[in-house]
């Protein structure tokens, strides 16, 4: 690999023995590493939390607008689909135009949509809003991650950016109880506007502060032909996880969808190899630790997104907590992450990634499968013992890939290296739902009229198995008002315990997935391009 050499758009500077790259070093605010930090994270803080303080607003949107179902789905779906859709795309319109550039933009536009949202009377308006803040979000991720690869120096890019995973870990996990404090005390439009004044901030941060480094051989054009087939692929993937639930697995739509998601990636590969300036040269993946760090990402992904999916029906409709308690309880996690993700950084710029990552991913399995134990009546302090290590164990998964991925790719693609990055995250995150929903889904099937016969329950027709087991898949129980109490609390058991078999069905499939990563882990290595630093390398 050549080393690459990082231009600074604001204007030549000396050459400094403290930086490589030729720049003077920054003075000041602006292009300050550990204020470039503090600012991206305020922007990406606002992306990872609408992932999941959303679905807590959700039922006030649906009671509030009139909505169905299908329609309240759509707020969750339309932002993941055009999130995830666009990202890779989005890290090359920042290698291309800068990332301070893409950033801003990105920032500006989500904060807009968010307020637009809380402003909408309408589910339809919601639901497009929402696709808004998908597109935006999809222009901010990446930049962030491109940013810190061009202000932090090389013995420090782990430590950054394991801070900017405990901002994502923290966002995440800490939605669902900021999501409920604010819809119980003041509305459902709340969630949204709370992003307006954090917009803000990001802006005038990110205006006084952040710099514009472009490489020398940053993209001068656009493959057109590559963003449309990569954009249709992704597509047509996301969509097939998404409505697979509903259409069923074995559906021919979902199998016509999955298959032009395949035609559409081989078109893209093809294309990719014949084109001058592609939009992911594919070159990229001859790093064999690049790939695993994807690779590692996507199994991370199915492991914590797809198992903690469950958790959350557990916790409120097992447990009967509130959402608030129920993101009380997930604290231990969120805690571990937020103490994990800079010492993890730490250790992996002392030692590299592979022994962390293998570790941190041993320690998921082990948590995985320890969540695979949950019973109705288990107390907090065990639960609270496997979400604690289950975030110890994220912490140097999360910071790890993302600096095997981004650190492996070429300074210049360093915007696609973390829209690869989160790309994976977020398909990854798709599967697991989607799959370990499917596993969840045919356990209950079949083991909910057994259970419904054994407890010698008046019988149901298959409608009306069809409808229970629906609710059971969420943990809740078909009891109608009318149910007399003591047929209630048999039902109530009935559901509880089919719900808990087929958790526990699911987290064990995530601790297989989990091993799995394990191995995966061991192929990763440390950024060959680390050392192309950014201009602030003197202030560190």
Request: aromatic share 8%.
């Amino acid at each position: 690999m050549t080393s690459q050499t990082t231009l600074d758009k604001t204007g030549p500077g000396d050459r400094s023995p403290l930086d490589p790259s030729g720049q003077a070093p920054a003075k000041g605010l602006r292009g300050h590493p550990w204020f470039t930090l503090i600012t991206v994270a305020v922007g990406v803080m606002m992306v990872a939390l609408d992932g999941t303080i959303v679905a807590i607003a959700n039922p006030a949107i649906q009671k509030d607008l009139g909505a169905s179902f299908a329609d309240v789905q759509w707020i969750t779906n339309g932002y993941f689909l055009a999130l995830a859709v666009t990202l890779i795309t989005a890290g090359k319109l920042g290698d291309r135009f800068g990332h301070r550039q893409t950033f801003l933009i990105g920032v500006v536009g989500f904060a807009a949509a968010s307020g637009a949202i809380g402003l909408s009377d309408s589910i339809a308006l919601v639901v497009t809003f929402r696709v808004f803040q998908g597109l935006f979000g999809a222009l901010l991720m990446p930049a962030a991650l491109g940013l810190l690869r061009a202000t932090f120096p090389a013995e420090k890019l782990n430590m950054a950016i394991g801070i900017w995973g405990m901002v994502i870990g923290a966002s995440t996990a800490g939605g669902p109880i900021l999501g409920g404090l604010l819809v119980q005390h003041v509305s459902w439009q709340s969630v949204f506007f709370i992003n307006v004044p954090v917009g803000a901030v990001a802006l005038v941060l990110g205006l006084v502060i952040l710099t514009d480094h472009r490489a020398e051989k940053a993209p001068r054009s656009f493959d057109l032909p590559g963003i449309a087939l990569l954009s249709g692929a992704m597509f047509c993937l996301v969509w097939a996880l998404i409505k697979a639930p509903t259409w069923g697995w074995g559906a021919g739509t979902t199998w016509a969808f999955l298959g032009a998601s395949v035609l559409g990636f081989v078109l893209f590969a093809v294309w990719e190899s014949k084109v001058g300036e592609p939009l992911i040269p594919l070159g990229l993946f001859r790093s064999v630790a690049l790939s695993a760090g994807v690779v590692l990402m996507v199994l991370m992904a199915i492991a914590f997104m797809g198992g903690l999916f469950f958790v959350t029906f557990y916790l409120q409709n097992v447990h009967g907590m509130s959402p608030v308690d129920a993101g009380l309880h997930l604290l231990p996690l969120t805690g571990m992450m937020i103490v994990g993700s800079p010492l993890a950084g730490a250790l992996i710029t002392k030692s590299g990634p592979r022994i962390p990552l293998a570790g941190g991913m041993a320690l998921t399995a082990i948590a995985m499968f320890g969540m695979s134990t949950l019973k109705t009546d288990t107390g907090s302090g065990i639960m609270s013992l496997w979400f604690a290590l289950l975030g110890l164990g994220l912490a140097p998964v999360m910071v790890g890939a993302t600096e095997v991925i981004v650190g492996n790719a070429p300074m210049e693609l360093s915007g696609v290296a973390g829209g690869l990055q989160q790309a994976a995250m977020q398909i990854g995150g798709s599967l697991g739902t989607a799959v370990l929903g499917a596993v969840m889904a045919s356990k209950v099937d079949g083991d909910l009229a057994g259970n419904w016969a054994d407890a010698k329950l008046p019988p149901l027709t298959p409608a009306q198995l069809d409808r229970a087991g629906e609710a059971v898949q969420v943990g809740a129980a078909p009891v109608t008002k009318d149910t007399p109490a003591a047929i209630a609390a048999q039902i109530t058991d009935v559901a509880h315990d089919t719900f808990i078999s087929g958790m526990s069905l699911a987290c064990l499939v995530a601790t297989g997935v989990a091993v799995v990563a394990v191995f995966v882990a061991m192929l990763t290595k440390r950024g060959e391009n680390a050392e192309a630093v950014g201009a602030g390398a003197g202030h560190i």
